[in-house]
């Protein structure tokens, strides 16, 4: 072992002591870093690769490949996929990335959304924040969490490919038509960046998929080729998208 590995091995070994992994849910001591404990992890919903092929939601019950949604109205993006279902575990993780600040959450989230991306030769473009908001918050989740995941997968993130060329106001709340025309004609893809590129746009919340929608109208546009969306969380129950 070099001198160098066994300086980073012990000093490894020195911060678990003095600041050891913490669940990122409730807080108690864990065994790894960005690992959910004992209690939480039974309470998170996990989606992984399985449910609709389209969407990702999960089919419970049927032998189906598509749901009844995405039969009837095909979505703009090709595949759409969720790491954990949306709840109050998982809906606080992403208030505390987006709100609190807790920034190492967004390496959290992208463990267990980097298994998700499928096959090679893509690129990924985080959803992004207009410029006042992008202003008064700092950052941008997404992009945090689109850097993570592109550095555990060796891919490429171009975190300008996608503009906000609208302020919209908060979704939250919104029902989803009152969404879609928030975000209708919300972004602007830069065809440079894009153009014949598979996509893999990276959010932190999927709920009725305007905004995604919206990016992906935008990056079709600009001559991108498949497009794809993972998100940390998704809303599997509809009640859930008025929290």
Same mark, same amino acid.
């Given at each position: 072992m070099s001198t160098s590995s066994l300086t980073r091995r012990v000093a490894g070994m020195v911060l678990d002591f003095a600041l050891p992994p913490r669940c990122p849910?409730?807080? +108690? /001591?864990?065994?790894?870093?960005?690992?959910?404990? &004992?209690?939480?992890?039974?309470?998170?919903?996990?989606? @992984?690769? @399985? @449910?609709?092929?389209?969407?990702?939601?999960?089919l419970e019950g049927t032998e189906a490949d598509r749901c009844g949604r995405?039969?009837?109205?095909?979505?703009?993006?090709?595949?759409?996929?969720?790491? +954990? @279902?949306?709840?109050? +575990?998982?809906?606080?993780?992403? /208030?505390?990335?987006?709100?609190?600040?807790? +920034?190492?959450? %967004?390496?959290?989230? %992208?463990?267990?959304l980097a298994p998700l991306l499928k096959g090679e030769q893509v690129l990924i473009v985080p959803v992004p924040l207009h410029r006042g908001r992008l202003?008064?918050?700092?950052?941008?989740? !997404?992009?945090?969490?689109?850097?993570?995941v592109a550095r555990v997968a060796h891919a490429p993130i171009a975190p300008l490919a996608l503009r906000r060329v609208k302020r919209t106001p908060s979704l939250r709340g919104l029902s989803g038509r009152q969404r879609r025309q928030a975000v209708r004609a919300a972004f602007i893809a830069d065809p440079a960046q894009v153009s014949g590129r598979r996509i893999v746009i990276i959010d932190d919340v999927l709920t009725t998929g305007s905004t995604a929608?919206?990016? !992906?109208? &935008?990056?079709?546009? !600009?001559? &991108?080729?498949?497009?794809e969306l993972l998100s940390w969380a998704r809303v599997v129950r509809p009640v859930d998208i008025m929290r």
């Open positions: 849910a409730c807080g +108690v /001591i864990t065994d790894e870093l960005h690992a959910f404990c &004992a209690t939480c992890w039974p309470s998170i919903h996990f989606l @992984g690769d @399985g @449910g609709c092929d389209t969407c990702g939601l999960p995405c039969l009837a109205e095909p979505p703009k993006i090709d595949r759409m996929r969720g790491a +954990v @279902g949306y709840d109050d +575990v998982t809906r606080s993780l992403a /208030i505390r990335l987006k709100y609190g600040r807790k +920034v190492a959450l %967004a390496r959290t989230m %992208a463990k267990y202003w008064n918050r700092g950052f941008n989740q !997404a992009q945090l969490i689109a850097r993570e929608d919206s990016c !992906a109208q &935008a990056l079709r546009k !600009a001559g &991108a080729g498949p497009i």
